[in-house]
């Protein structure tokens, strides 16, 4: 029995579960091939993170200077006076005592209610997104041991018939309501909020959010370690090493002992824990990079706000020329007060943040936006077929596995 319970409790190896979940495998390997293409299937477990826990599972937090703040007592006026406007974060707690979420998104709860439904887990070389039905996700989350699993990681769950109830699991919290991206055109809305579900040593890698936007993350299931920069601080010296990947478990192997030398030319990072119930504030501008330590669901949402909107709309004008002049008309007629503003504001000027039209997050993280010239050339685009001629075959690995199991090689 003690070696029957032993088996139930450790990860499943890939061949093991490409035996008893076919399907799931074949699903998984497609999607991962798609997503990172410089890797075969056997590098996504080369480095053997899995097994350095210390990395991920027990981390140490030797920075943590995050204000934390009661959601109860903090009033919106003052949480803009401390925080927002001084451009500060801010660790939240309490917000989200009252949301159902916290009865609804646990995994089986999840499974239940939206099995089939599709959701984006990364973007394949042409930046179209690669999705996985959720029971095929969550049985991979149960089993892999990947160094940087796949991260679901999805931006138009409120757009889907099905997935959209998920907005109702959730408030955002008062201080972020303001959002004057709510007066632009939906369609021409950038992407802004995300449901976020990922196993440990998932995350995204370091960046900063685009447009000069400021960020709320709500953990409803889970831990995840956080390390943030201000903004000041040189980006270059935050990249991963030549040859390393971008993933965020890679940075916190890499670069994170890098900031812990008494040589560091640069801010040490405040680095901190964050548990399930707190809502991290990050403001615009701030490098950060977050991986998760446990099984995780989450929320998260971009935005501006009039306090930051000096930072975001030259970003916008520049970023996204189109979308600016169609946000502007709106806030004309709807934010007059606003409008005054943009017309005050030097569209040159970032401020002295960095810029950044889009994030450059981890693999399995979507793109949060793009020029207007960007997003034409990709409207433009043909999805590319897959040859599916002996050759080819037999050099694909996921059509490789499916001959050895005696199937016909699936389209993908």
């Known amino acids: 029995f003690f070696f029957f319970f032993l088996r139930l409790a450790r990860p499943m190896s890939a061949d093991e579960l490409r035996r008893k979940h076919s399907k799931t495998a074949a699903k998984i390997d497609n999607a991962k091939l798609q997503i990172r293409t410089n890797l075969r299937l056997d590098d996504w477990t080369r480095q053997n993170f899995f097994g350095d826990k210390a990395l991920w599972r027990d981390p140490p937090v030797v920075n943590d200077r995050v204000e934390r703040v009661d959601y109860a007592s903090c009033s919106k006026e003052e949480f803009i006076e401390r925080f ?39 973007e394949d070389d042409d930046g179209y997104p690669v999705k996985l039905p959720l029971r095929y996700y969550l049985r991979y989350m149960r089993y892999q041991t990947d160094d940087s699993p796949l991260y679901l990681f999805d931006s138009s769950f409120g757009d889907h018939d099905h997935k959209k109830d998920l907005l109702r699991d959730y408030k955002i919290p008062k201080y972020f309501e303001d959002d004057l991206f709510e007066y632009a055109p939906y369609s021409k809305r950038p992407p802004h909020r995300w449901f976020v579900v990922g196993p440990a040593r998932s995350g995204t890698g370091i960046h900063i959010d685009p447009l000069g936007t400021s960020a709320w993350n709500a953990l409803v299931v889970g831990r995840k370690r956080w390390a943030i920069f201000p903004p000041d601080t040189p980006k270059e010296l935050l990249k991963t090493p030549r040859g390393v990947d971008s993933e965020a478990i890679s940075w916190f192997a890499t670069v994170y002992p890098q900031t812990q030398r008494p040589d560091w030319p640069s801010h040490k990072p405040i680095d901190f824990i964050q548990e399930a119930g707190e809502t991290v504030f990050i403001p615009g501008g701030w490098h950060h990079v977050v991986v998760n330590v446990t099984d995780t669901i989450a929320v998260t949402q971009n935005f501006c706000s009039p306090t930051n909107f000096h930072i975001v709309w030259p970003r916008t004008v520049r970023g996204r020329p189109k979308f600016s002049v169609k946000w502007l008309d709106a806030l004309k007629e709807k934010r007059p007060e606003i409008a005054d503003l943009a017309a005050r504001i030097d569209p040159t000027d970032m401020g002295g943040l960095p810029y950044s039209s889009s994030s450059s997050s981890s693999s399995s993280s979507s793109s949060d936006s793009e020029t207007d010239k960007e997003e034409e050339k990709k409207s433009k685009r043909k999805k590319k077929k897959i040859c599916m001629c002996e050759e080819c075959i037999s050099k694909c690995d996921i059509c490789a596995a499916a001959k050895a199991r005696g199937e016909e090689p699936p389209a993908h």
């Not at 001084?86 to 099995?115: C, H, M, V, Y």
Request: proline share 8%; with cysteine.
């Open 84 to 122: 927002e406007r001084p451009n500060l974060p801010a660790i939240i707690r309490g917000a989200q005592r009252d949301w159902p979420a916290n009865r609804a998104w646990t995994f089986e709860e999840l499974k239940a209610k939206f099995s089939d439904e599709k959701f984006k887990c990364g």
